[in-house]
């Protein structure tokens, strides 16, 4: 398998994230978090302790697409629904929408923690160059659909 992260410190406990697709049908896909349950050790073999300036090189190894996943970005978030969320937005707006992108991932507001910003962060939603250009766009688009309906309304056909 390629795309494996050369080294993975897993523990029960720890939130992970699948980096490939596995099984696709049953949900194991790129981008699927989970909490590791349990380790689980060939018959007669136990974890190593190992002293800090001791190397080992083994012949063959075994490894889940799997990275740690304790955080993830408000893109690798788009298209899920998570049970409760704490949000950190940044200083600034970079893509048009990305704040709301974060907020939207859980059902309720209840279930989210929402990082303290200033009054200009949220004002400067309004005036940024990105928002500005789609608010162009739409009222063009909006223009044509009119226009476009005006005509075939008033023709006899």
């Given at each position: ?20 697709n ?31 300036a ?49 907020i ?9 923690v ?26 063009r ?17």
């Amino acid at each position: 398998m390629s795309g494996l992260e050369p080294v993975v410190f897993l523990a029960k406990g720890a939130r992970v994230m699948l980096t490939m697709n596995l099984w696709s049908s049953v949900g194991l896909c790129n981008g699927a978090t989970g909490t590791v349950v349990d380790i689980i050790y060939q018959n007669n073999h136990q974890p190593l302790d190992l002293p800090v300036a001791t190397a080992i090189g083994f012949h063959e190894r075994q490894q889940l697409p799997l990275r740690l996943a304790w955080a993830i970005t408000i893109h690798k978030n788009q298209g899920l629904t998570l049970p409760k969320a704490w949000i950190d937005i940044g200083k600034s707006e970079r893509t048009a929408g990305v704040s709301y992108v974060a907020i939207s991932r859980v059902k309720s507001l209840a279930s989210c923690v929402i990082e303290p910003m200033t009054y200009e962060r949220l004002t400067s939603l309004k005036s940024s160059a990105n928002l500005q250009y789609r608010l162009e766009e739409e009222n063009r688009l909006d223009q044509l659909a009119q226009a476009t309906s005006s005509v075939f309304t008033t023709t006899d056909y």
